[in-house]
């Protein structure tokens, strides 16, 4: 079996953490795996199948001889790095969002549009995490009638913020069980107990920079250029796995029924769906794993043609490592 130099760029944080463990869960073809970070955390060892790698600061030279790059970093470190991971002839499948929707990167969910990968110029895009777990979860919806407009919540657990997310919402509920302040720093209001209705900076009519990818990503990803959706997203005070309330809208009418199978058919999905037995998706069921939960299926009680659902789905993974290692199997395919 061929094997491949793949490198991590951000190989310290916690989607390089994940992308290492599931390198390992699907047996992907490593001959040589380099973990990058920065000078700080240069010459530490971590783990890989057993065996001490150790890690190496990021710079241009280190991309030499490989053959993948999976990005975990931020988006200047990866406009930084872009330029001498092409040029060194490894494809640079970057988690970040710098270039999601530069209309020369493909931007790719493998259940949706893996053919998009064959136009790559070195350098391919994995989507927002909330926007890789509700096109896995709709996108089969577009072969009964395309979407025409979406609306959407999306309830994103604190570890999308990273790793400092989790910790800060267990110190707040334990400072205020003991009656302790507590000021937070991750965040910009207490999450115990709380929502925030704000992920990401204002952009464009109120909407956040977080809202709109829905839309803008999701245009490109199911090559629906006229899609419209509406957005609205929220930090929730759930420690990991994304969940999303959904309406669909078509131009004809569409059945229950129809979704259901759909969906009970779609890569990538599971169809989680009995309100009488309390079977709908949850954060704690699709927590450490790659599928996504659909359910709650029902009419839009206000279009005709409208259909609701809630998706579940594991953001570190599926929403983020998992989906850039499918990236690269479909690579070495």
């Not at 060892?45 to 600061?57: A, N």
């Not at 790719?108 to 064959?118: Q, Y």
């Not at 579940?312 to 290692?325: E, F, H, L, M, S």
């Amino acid at each position: 079996m061929k094997t491949y130099t793949v490198a991590i760029l951000g190989a310290t944080g916690a989607v390089g953490q994940e992308m290492i463990k599931i390198l390992q869960e699907r047996d992907f073809p490593v001959g040589k795996l380099i973990p990058l970070a920065s000078a700080r955390s240069a010459g530490k060892t971590l783990k890989f199948r057993g065996e001490d790698v150790t890690i190496q600061e990021a710079c241009d030279e280190a991309f030499q001889g490989v053959d993948i790059v999976l990005g975990a970093a931020e988006n200047d470190i990866a406009k930084r790095f872009a330029p001498a991971i092409v040029a060194a002839g490894a494809v640079f499948v970057d988690n970040s969002s710098a270039f999601r929707l530069d209309p020369k990167v493909p931007l790719i969910v493998p259940e949706v549009n893996p053919e998009d990968v064959a136009w790559h110029n070195g350098i391919i895009s994995n989507p927002n995490c909330s926007t890789i777990i509700t096109i896995t979860a709709v996108n089969a919806l577009n072969s009964i009638a395309p979407i025409r407009t979406m609306t959407a919540s999306t309830y994103q657990a604190v570890s999308g913020a990273g790793a400092g997310g989790p910790v800060e919402l267990m110190n707040e509920v334990e400072a205020l069980r003991e009656g302790r302040r507590y000021e937070p720093k991750v965040f910009s209001h207490q999450i115990a107990y709380n929502l925030i209705p704000q992920i990401g900076g204002e952009q464009v009519d109120g909407y956040t920079s977080e809202e709109m990818k829905m839309q803008n990503e999701g245009r490109k990803i199911m090559h629906l250029p006229d899609l419209k959706v509406t957005c609205t997203c929220v930090r929730v005070p759930v420690v990991r796995s994304h969940s999303i309330s959904v309406s669909c809208h078509f131009d004809v009418p569409v059945t229950v029924e129809q979704v259901r199978q759909a969906i009970a058919n779609a890569p990538g999905c599971k169809l989680v769906d009995d309100l009488s037995k309390k079977m709908y998706p949850m954060p704690l069921d699709t927590s450490d794993q790659d599928i996504v939960f659909v359910g709650r299926i029902r009419p839009d009680l206000t279009d005709d043609c409208g259909i609701a659902l809630w998706c579940c789905g594991d953001q570190v993974r599926k929403g983020a490592a998992t989906n850039a290692i499918q990236i690269a199997e479909l690579l070495v395919k």
